[in-house]
């Protein structure tokens, strides 16, 4: 029987005591060793979590049944890692099961039931995430070998559901519901990412973050995306407002690349406020006012047709329109974050508009970003902070330099300053 062969049957004999999630050598992610475990099987514990439960060293040897010390060294460190319960290796197609405290090994006839049966659910955001990732290889495969291109592939969107994510086995592992957010984002996106024009529409997870902190107070209501691509800005949104204690209550992204509608919705499904994406060019559908706005329109192109601004005057500068169509959306005391290209900031042919958002909005913040701030491009970018207030003439401006992620962290020194001049702002300090 060939070492593959053999893994087969292991798994099948783990299925059939009630195993119902079974990985062959799982990459541990987290973990700072290259350990990997020939075979791992999850089961529910006592509060019914899916918890690392069993695990399985094998071994094919042509020579006498080797001594167990290092055997039982392996499965001690998968126990110091995993924390796992059960521990078996599977020597040249025999089982024996490791005795209490790791001391010896005895022969056995197989796997035992899990204890507490296999139905628990899915607490580990690495595991769901893990799982995910496997399904949406599985699938680029798939797609590539029908003749697919697979660096703009977008995934069927049934390997998940709110109920949970499908298992390789059949069904569904039921996933809690926070988790599968997190894990879905993490595993569609760092797909979306690897595709040479999907990067373009995931935006950085630190500009996302620091977009979402600086919306702050603001959120708790509704918030929206007109360029939302994958949705990135949205969920961060989502995040924040969640740990503000102050759940949005709806979230609504336009975008006009289908695959990347078709991505976001798969998010949008599992997410824990209720989000309605669409298809369509947000200078021509329908944008709802809301309290906060935040989004990172494409940089670098000219719309085919002029938009009128505020002001009156018409323009092709994606840039400016794109402000103009955030603070167009907000609702009274609402806000825009917006990441554009730094021209704006300095483009004289639009001085005129920049003066009425001036006198007729509150610009609280701008902070400029260098190369590597936009995924897909090799230029900077700028996070506008504006109000829909009475205006104050008094801007928190910032240029980052190189360490921009560290600056931009939860607790970093630019955000910091960013958010506390803001909330001086509303407060009238």
């Known amino acids: 029987m060939s070492e593959k062969d053999g893994l087969g049957a292991i798994v099948q004999a783990l299925r059939e005591v009630g195993y119902s999630l079974i990985q062959r050598e799982p990459a541990l992610r987290g973990n700072n060793t290259r350990f990997r475990p020939d075979i791992l099987a999850w089961a529910s514990n006592r509060d019914g979590e899916l918890v690392p439960w069993a695990v399985v060293e094998v071994k094919q040897t042509r ?28 020597i040249n197609g025999q089982w024996f099961k490791a ?9 056995v006839g197989g796997p035992q039931p899990p204890r507490f049966g296999s139905d628990g659910e899915i607490i580990d ?7 995910l990732r496997e399904q949406l290889w599985r699938e680029t495969d798939l797609a590539r070998n029908a003749g697919h291109r697979v660096d703009y592939f977008v995934p069927k969107n049934d390997l998940f559901t709110p109920e949970g994510i499908a298992s390789p086995f059949g069904g ?20 979306g990412s690897r595709g040479r024009e999907m990067g373009l529409f995931t935006s950085h997870p630190g500009v996302a973050r620091a977009v979402a902190r600086l919306a702050g107070p603001k959120l708790g209501s509704d918030v929206c995306d007109p360029f939302c691509g ?15 204690g102050h759940p949005i209550r709806s979230a609504f992204g336009l975008d006009l690349n289908r695959q990347m509608v078709d991505l976001a919705r798969s998010i949008a499904d599992v997410a824990p406020s209720p989000t309605d994406i669409q298809l369509g060019d947000a200078f021509v559908a329908p944008v709802p006012m809301s309290s906060v706005v935040v989004s990172a329109p494409p940089l670098g192109i000219r719309l085919s047709e002029p938009h009128t601004l505020i002001d009156g ?38 001085e005129r508009y920049r003066r009425m958002l001036a006198l007729d909005f509150r610009v609280g913040a701008l902070i400029g970003l260098p ?19 009475t205006p104050r003439h008094d801007t928190f401006v910032a240029q980052l330099g190189e360490d921009w992620e560290t600056q931009l962290a939860p607790g970093g020194a630019a955000l910091a300053a960013a958010t506390a001049h803001l909330e001086s702002l509303e407060s009238g300090v």
């Open 125 to 131: 955001v690495t595991l769901a995430t893990s799982l």
């Open 371 to 389: 190369a590597g701030s936009v995924p897909g491009t090799n230029v900077g970018s700028v996070l506008v902070v504006i109000d829909r207030a």
């Open 99 to 107: 005795t209490s405290g790791l001391i010896d090994l005895e022969p």
């Open 313 to 350: 005057e018409a323009t092709r500068d994606i840039d400016f329109a794109a402000i103009d169509l955030a603070v167009r959306s907000l609702e009274d005391g609402g806000r825009a974050v917006v990441q554009v290209a730094p021209g704006f900031t300095f483009k004289r042919q639009g």
């Open 230 to 244: 994958t949705g990135s800005f949205l969920w961060a949104a989502i995040d924040e407002g969640l740990e503000r």
């Open 172 to 191: 569904l592992l039921p996933v809690r519901p926070d988790v599968l957010f997190t894990a879905s984002r993490k595993a569609l996106i760092e797909l």
């Open 63 to 90: 020579a006498p049944l080797p001594p167990p010390g290092a055997t039982l060294d392996v499965l001690a460190q998968a126990r110091e890692q995993l924390g796992t319960t059960e521990h078996y290796a599977v």
